[in-house]
């Protein structure tokens, strides 16, 4: 079968389908205007005006990350995910699919064609018995967390609020209960997917070996998933929160994080590190996890003992915990650099700090925001919670941090020095690291979701790369999925 019709036969099949006088609205927006017939009534497709347009293509960077589309679609069930996939793969339409929105690099989950907004896909469905839970793929996690609180479970979904589940989980997922259940990949029993070609497939290890390892960090290049099954874990209390420092506080807050990495082995404790300036104000925070009510005495002392500008850490409910540090305006532009290094020592910390300093300093005239550095301390353990293998990471025996540099800026003629800026800085880190006797970090892989846009995937799948794409060509011989952006297999 010829799967690429042109698009002319597409609009002629479907005009004789819905008949005379539709010429005229065809002309207008003929794209959106065939889709809207071709789904079922639990479907919307919203055009430029209106409140759902808004919301649909609206990003956490939402100066970046956002593109004008012709329409919002905002599927209703998987069958008209199917319809909407077949129609702008037929008629190689560019498009977009979109979850909670926070991909911070351009173009990922934006497109200026025809716009998936996931946002109908909102089922929360606990399994008291089996302790599962299936989430619909337009959910943040916030509105997971707060819907498992009752049944006292949590899942490992994201650490700060605001994240979409799905971008979150198809790019691998690190959590505030990796060093105990591994990252969120590790957690999901299954997926219901839309492949390319609109078949619409219960994914599992036993259902679809193939695709679950490739969904397992292939992010959007086999298809659109429109839900998740996964594991939850018992404790909706937990204790933490976030702590802001004046930024001439780092050094003790380096000294912290430094014996934290090295002696905190108990896997219910984590933090996240950041040294950062906000409009070239030097700060730094730390974000601290314990899963329980209370840490065992000593564990978190030394980062309690720093003086802080704003302290909110309590025993809470675990969304409460992931609503602590609040979150940034959303007009803003903004782009991620990522590193992984093996660990974090004095002397990477001073290079970081130097980093964070130097860079505030180059981009502050360039409109530059927030200029942040985030250590993300995990147990080695992160990865060998696990054994089946996940297209992200390509090797689960090397202990890698997770780490990323984050800028946010609001001046689009300033685009190019930033994302400059960011591989430039990553770089340095990583050569540091090297240098310091890190020698891994030359081969250790890159988190898909902190990763750059132009990041080779080599650098990302590794020795996964010829089987992740071997599935690719079996699973979308047409490449639909390349008409979405993203990092493309
Ligand atoms: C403030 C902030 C905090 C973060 N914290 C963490 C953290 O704690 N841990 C962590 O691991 N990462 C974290 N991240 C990174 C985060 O995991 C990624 O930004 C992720 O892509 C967000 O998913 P989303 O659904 O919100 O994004 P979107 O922008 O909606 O989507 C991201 C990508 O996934 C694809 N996609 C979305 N939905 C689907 C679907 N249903 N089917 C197929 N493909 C789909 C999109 O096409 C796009 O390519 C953070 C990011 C930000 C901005
Ligand atoms: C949607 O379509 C179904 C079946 O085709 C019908 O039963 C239902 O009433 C419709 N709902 C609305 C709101 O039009
Ligand atoms: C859920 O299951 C547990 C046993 O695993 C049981 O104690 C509890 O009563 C059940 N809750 C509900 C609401 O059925
Ligand atoms: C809940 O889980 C149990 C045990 O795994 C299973 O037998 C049952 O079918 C599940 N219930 C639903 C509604 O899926
Ligand atoms: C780790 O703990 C040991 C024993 O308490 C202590 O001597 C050492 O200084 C600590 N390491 C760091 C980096 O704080
Ligand atoms: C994104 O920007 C648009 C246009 O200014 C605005 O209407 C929308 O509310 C913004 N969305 C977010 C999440 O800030
Ligand atoms: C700080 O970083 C800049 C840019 O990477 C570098 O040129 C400079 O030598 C560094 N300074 C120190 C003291 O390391
Ligand atoms: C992972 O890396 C180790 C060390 O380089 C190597 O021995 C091993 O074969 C790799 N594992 C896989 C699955 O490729
Ligand atoms: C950028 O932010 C500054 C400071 O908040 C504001 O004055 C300016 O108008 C913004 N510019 C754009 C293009 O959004
Ligand atoms: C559609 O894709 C599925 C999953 O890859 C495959 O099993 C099926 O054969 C394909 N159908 C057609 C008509 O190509």
Not at 40 to 53: D, K, L, Q
């Amino acid at each position: 079968m010829k799967m690429i019709f042109s698009y002319a036969t597409v609009s002629i099949v479907l005009s004789s389908v819905v008949g005379i006088g539709f010429a005229a609205e065809l002309a207008k927006n003929p794209i959106c205007i065939l889709i809207s017939k071709t789904v079922s009534n639990a479907t919307g497709v919203f055009f430029p005006g209106s409140p759902e347009y808004i919301a649909g293509i609206s990003h956490y960077a939402n100066l970046s990350s956002t593109q004008i589309s012709k329409c919002v679609v905002e599927p209703g069930n998987a069958q008209d995910v199917s319809r909407v996939l077949k129609f702008v793969g037929t008629a190689r339409i560019p498009f977009a699919v979109k979850g909670g929105g926070h991909a911070t690099n351009p173009k990922f989950s934006s497109t200026t064609g025809v716009h998936i907004a996931m946002s109908r896909f909102s089922e929360i469905t606990y399994n008291n018995s089996s302790k599962t839970v299936k989430v619909g793929a337009g959910l943040v996690w916030d509105d997971v967390y707060a819907a498992l609180e009752p049944h006292d479970v949590k899942v490992a979904g994201g650490r700060v609020t605001g994240i979409g589940v799905a971008g979150f989980t198809l790019g691998g997922g690190y959590s505030w209960l990796g060093n105990q259940h591994g990252l969120a990949i590790d957690a999901v029993l299954e997926f219901e997917l839309v492949t390319p070609n609109g078949t619409v497939l219960t994914v599992s290890q036993s259902s679809n070996p193939d695709l679950f390892f490739g969904l397992k960090g292939g992010q959007n290049n086999f298809g659109i998933v429109t839900s998740f099954t996964l594991q939850t874990f018992p404790g909706a209390q937990v204790w933490g929160g976030s702590r802001i420092f004046d930024g001439s506080q780092t050094q003790l807050l380096a000294a912290a994080t430094i014996a934290f990495t090295t002696n905190v082995t108990d896997p219910k404790a984590a933090i996240i590190t950041d040294y950062m300036t906000r409009f070239g104000q030097p700060l730094a925070s730390v974000l601290v996890f314990y899963d329980g009510k209370t840490p065992p005495p000593g564990i978190f002392d030394s980062f309690l003992a720093i003086p802080a500008v704003i302290s909110d850490v309590k025993t809470r409910s675990f969304l409460s915990l992931i609503q602590s540090s609040g979150d940034l305006p959303h007009n803003q532009r903004a782009i991620y650099g990522a590193i992984s290094p093996l660990k974090f020592t004095q002397a990477l910390s001073d290079v970081i700090l130097n980093e964070t300093l130097f860079w505030s300093a180059q981009l502050s005239s360039k409109s530059a925001m927030t200029i942040a550095y985030a250590i993300e301390p995990f147990l080695p353990s992160v990865y060998s919670q696990n054994t089946t293998p996940t297209a992200y990471p390509p090797n689960r025996s090397l202990g890698f941090l997770p780490f990323n540099i984050y800028y946010s800026w609001n001046v689009s003629a300033f685009d190019d020095d930033f994302h400059s800026a960011a591989r430039q800085s990553s770089a340095r880190i990583r050569d540091a690291a090297i240098t310091e006797g890190q020698a891994d970090v030359a081969r250790a892989p890159l988190y898909p979701n902190y990763a750059i846009f132009d990041t080779p995937l080599e650098d990302i799948y590794g020795e996964n790369l010829p089987k992740l794409r071997a599935l690719k060509a079996k699973v979308d011989p047409f490449n639909v999925m390349g008409l979405a952006g993203g990092f493309k297999l």
